[in-house]
């Protein structure tokens, strides 16, 4: 095999290029995992995770500065001195909106796999068969039935905590136990439950942080700091899960530092043959060639669960 000839391309170290990694090279394929930006190292990369509100200039705050350099981050929570240099600099990478597109980028290993919210909800056949029902939009191919296995395939392997709960629209999950409501939330959820006899309810959060022990990660600690990276793993991201799981593989070429050009096409077999790319340190050109290429972006992540399901679904879930 060629030195720039693999298996597969993955472009993009996000949750989704980690995904695929994975996959990939635990079936055997040798892989090049492309990432445009820096590397960030398990544990030792997360600079900040164990810092304190004091130890911050403005105890993780954020400045007119930031709310005047970051116009786009600044529409949520993200924007704070805790973890700026996960985000992408706005003044440096500006895009044009022509209607609001919230778009928080992280450019670096792991993207925003490291400081997203977590929430891991699965869809049901109320959100599979509503486009049919509603006589909008495009059917979705496939039924709730189909995708079960994968939910639960993905929430073993990521750890996912939460409560099964029998309920319309909130399938059972293979969950870890949920971390424990306080004595308060105990007594508003059975108060709920009872003044609507089960028709609403209050149950917890499904989170893909740990709440047991999984191979080389440790249970969480209830620290509240998810969006600095985890030392302890206990949080899903590529760094903790799917990435020491490819490299166990053997399989694995990960390179940072390299920004996707363009995707070169055959015309002979009118498919995709490889990709070319720059290499931000040196600005030289690269090409790479495999059978795979799998472009991984995951922009869902921005908009959060009901907002994706709104896209996808054309309607809200509720
Ligand atoms: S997952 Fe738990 S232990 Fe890790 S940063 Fe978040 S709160 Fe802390």
Redesign the pocket.
């Known amino acids: 095999m060629a030195e720039n000839t693999y298996d597969a391309i993955v472009i993009g170290s996000g949750i989704s290029g980690g995904w695929a990694a994975k996959e990939l090279t635990e079936k055997g394929l040798k892989t090049i995992m492309l990432e445009r930006g820096r590397d960030i190292k398990h544990v030792e990369g997360y600079t900040n995770a164990n810092k304190n509100p004091w130890d911050f200039p403005h105890r993780g705050g954020r400045t007119q500065e930031m709310i005047k350099d970051y116009p786009v981050l600044k529409r949520d929570y993200p924007l704070n001195e805790t973890n700026l240099d996960y985000w992408v600099n706005e003044k440096e990478c500006p895009y044009t909106e022509t209607k609001r597109f919230d778009w928080y980028r992280g450019y670096h290993v792991g993207g925003r796999s490291l400081m997203w919210g977590r929430q891991s909800y699965r869809h049901s056949d109320i959100d599979f068969e509503a486009n049919l029902k509603d006589g909008i939009a495009v059917d979705w191919p496939i039924r709730y039935k189909d995708i079960d296995p994968w939910y639960s395939y993905a929430e073993k392997f990521a750890g996912i905590n939460g409560t099964n709960e029998d309920f319309p629209g909130y399938p059972h999950g293979d969950l870890m136990p949920a971390m424990p409501m306080n004595c308060v939330e105990k007594d508003v959820a059975k108060r709920v439950r009872d003044h609507y006899k089960n028709a609403r309810i209050v149950t917890n959060a499904r989170v893909a942080?740990i709440t047991q022990p999984l191979p080389g990660r440790t249970a969480?600690?209830?620290?509240?700091?998810?969006w600095?990276g985890?030392p302890?793993g206990?949080?899903f991201s590529t760094q903790s899960s799917t990435l020491p799981a490819a490299m166990k593989t053997g399989n694995l070429t990960l390179r940072p530092f390299s920004i996707v050009t363009k995707i070169i096409y055959d015309k002979d077999t009118k498919k995709a043959k490889g990709v070319e790319i720059i290499d931000a340190e040196t600005n030289k050109t690269y090409e790479y060639f495999a059978k795979v290429v799998f472009v991984c972006i995951c922009d869902e992540l921005n908009m959060g669960v009901d907002e994706f399901r709104y896209r996808c679904l054309g309607r809200r879930p509720w």
């Open positions: 942080n969480c600690q209830y620290r509240n700091k998810c600095l985890c302890f206990a949080y």
